[in-house]
């Protein structure tokens, strides 16, 4: 069975810096894209930054770039999202992403909290 366990989650105040991990199991996704995506209260849920395979290429959406790097260690099997100058609007649960065959799998999420 596969898992993807996000974790890192929390309340955090404006400017601050939160590093969310996923942790996968049952297969590995070394060969494959990965990527972050966020649902805010009242909001369908939207992308937020993926990773190609190798690493080597990066995608962000507009509303966080230049603040979050998405990074993966492929002999771990596992994704990170470092999140630095985090603002009250990316409060959301954050969810893992990866391929599968017939549909992506998704982690449980995790929530990210930025209040003063």
């Known amino acids: 069975q596969v898992q993807l366990v996000e974790s890192g989650g929390g309340l955090v105040q404006p400017g601050g810096s939160l590093r969310l991990s996923c942790a996968a199991s049952?297969?590995?996704?070394?060969?494959?894209?990965m990527g972050w995506f966020r649902q805010a209260p009242g909001k369908e849920r939207e992308f937020v930054a993926a990773?190609?395979?190798?690493?080597?290429?990066?995608y962000y959406a507009d509303s966080v770039k230049g603040r979050f790097t998405i990074s993966r260690d492929n002999a771990k099997n596992t994704l990170f999202l470092q999140m630095n100058s985090l603002k009250p609007e990316d409060t959301a649960v954050y969810y893992c992403?990866?391929?599968?065959?017939?549909?992506?799998?998704w982690g449980q999420g995790t929530q990210v909290t930025v209040s003063s």
């Open positions: 992403n990866a391929p599968g065959r017939f549909a992506d799998y």
């Open positions: 049952g297969r590995t996704f070394s060969n494959y894209p």
């Open positions: 990773i190609s395979w190798s690493g080597g290429n990066t």
